[in-house]
């Protein structure tokens, strides 16, 4: 019965054990893409306003190309005589967008700060909703300081856009930085794993 059970965990587990051995072989495909998100995370760190500006051209191609394939597949149901209308509107509608975003990316990049801003500003309304009507016992103080700071970054995003879109950048700069980072230690650890079984801290099962 136990060598039933056994086998039955050496088998389950065997897919995780190869993943781990795979991964293992490709170590250095983690580190690559770890190194990457660290020169993203220090480029969107030290030059902000470049780096939004990139990802808003990087949108627009985005919906540019999505665009295209809409309308080519709204084309093709014009030939087969089949329901186009929605994919003509979607690809008109994402090639306006993309239009928009290439040749006024400030106006884009306004637009998804506010839409943030408003975020958080019912964030925080709620926050503080909350910590009005809970009991004192339950951190009552922290959710209203929560509150507080969601509601002032909602509002220094509306009344200074500029900023609200730097301090977006430098978050998403400091997290593909640290991101980056953990991902080149997991991958040195893996590498040196190579060869000894059971990769990343995976155990063996008894048999």
Known sequence: MSTTTANSQTTSGAPWRRLGEALSQ???????????????????????????????????????VDGCFALYAAVRGMVRRDSWGMPLIHGIANVAVAAIAFLWPGITVLFF???????????GCLMLAAAYNVNANYSRGWMAFGGVVSLAFGVLMIFAPVAGAVVLTWWLGAYSLVFGIVVIVLAFRLRSQRGRGPAAGITQPAS
């Open 26 to 64: 490709d170590w250095w495909l983690l580190a690559l893409r770890g190194l990457l998100g660290v020169i993203f995370g220090l480029i969107a760190l030290i030059m902000p306003v470049a780096t939004i500006l990139a990802l808003v051209l990087l949108f627009s191609a985005y919906m540019l």
């Open 113 to 123: 700060v506010l839409l943030v801003a408003a975020w958080s500003i019912v964030s």
